[in-house]
T-cell receptor
Framework: EADIYQTPRYLVIGTGKKITLECSQT?????MYWYQQDPGMELHLIHY???????EKGDLSSESTVSRIRTEHFPLTLESARPSHTSQYLCASMRLGDTQYFGPGTRLTVL | AQSVTQPDIHITVSEGASLELRCNYSYGATPYLFWYVQSPGQGLQLLLK??????LVQGIKGFEAEFKRSQSSFNLRKPSVHWSDAAEYFC????????????FGSGTRLSIRP
């Protein structure tokens, strides 16, 4: 069983607020990912990282930003949340040549 | 172009019946193939993976998948489904490279008829 954690699990917040979604893994994986997923829909890659100080934008444009200061930590930040940001956000990590392990997700609702 | 196609958006089967979920991929190099399952409001859990070797792969929860290179397919099967198998299933493809990303299909929602 993989050890990857996301907090909070659920977040309801007003428009214009700054939020940070946390993602941590204890497996020492170099690669980490953020996906956005609407209910019942496919996953969209929004950010990924190959390692410390590496961040890349994914296939889906996102107003969020990420940072990778430590191997185990890959937080995602929205400077000013909007209703269009309402979605589920999934974090994953991977070791080269292995599979991705997913966290439980954060369900974000912006009012 | 690299892609994964899951042609069935929603499948309903009776409890105890057999199941096959289809997955076709397009990938330029030797593919690594995965099946994940997602329960509502949860993250994705790996069911099984194929990297090399035997093309019939056994996974958790009684699932198996067969890699057919000639058909570019990696279909998921289970001989007898249980009500707890109702979930969303995602097929994915990736490669052994530091630059490789895993590409996910759009998912197949499985419903179980009592």
């Amino acid at each position: 069983e993989a050890d990857i954690y996301q907090t909070p699990r659920y977040l309801v917040i007003g428009t214009g607020k700054k939020i940070t979604l946390e993602c941590s893994q204890t497996m020492g994986h170099d690669k980490m990912y953020w996906y956005q997923q609407d209910p019942g829909m496919e996953l969209h890659l929004i950010h990924y990282s190959y390692g410390v100080n590496s961040t890349e934008k994914g296939d889906l444009s996102s107003e969020s930003t990420v940072s990778r200061i430590r191997t185990e930590h890959f937080p995602l930040t929205l400077e000013s949340a909007r209703p269009s940001h309402t979605s589920q956000y999934l974090c994953a990590s991977m070791r080269l040549g292995d599979t991705q392990y997913f966290g439980p997700g954060t369900r974000l609702t912006v009012l | 172009a690299q892609s994964v196609t899951q042609p069935d958006i929603h499948i309903t089967v009776s409890e105890g019946a057999s199941l096959e979920l289809r997955c076709n991929y397009s990938y330029g190099a030797t593919p690594y193939l995965f099946w994940y399952v997602q329960s509502p409001g949860q993250g994705l859990q790996l069911l099984l993976k194929y990297f090399s070797g035997d093309t019939l792969v056994q996974g958790i929860k009684g699932f198996e998948a067969e890699f057919k290179r000639s058909q570019s397919s990696f279909n998921l099967r289970k001989p007898s489904v249980h009500w707890s198998d109702a979930a969303e299933y995602f097929c994915a493809v990736g490669g052994y490279s530091s630059a490789s990303k895993i590409i996910f299909g759009s998912g197949t929602r499985l419903s179980i008829r009592p």
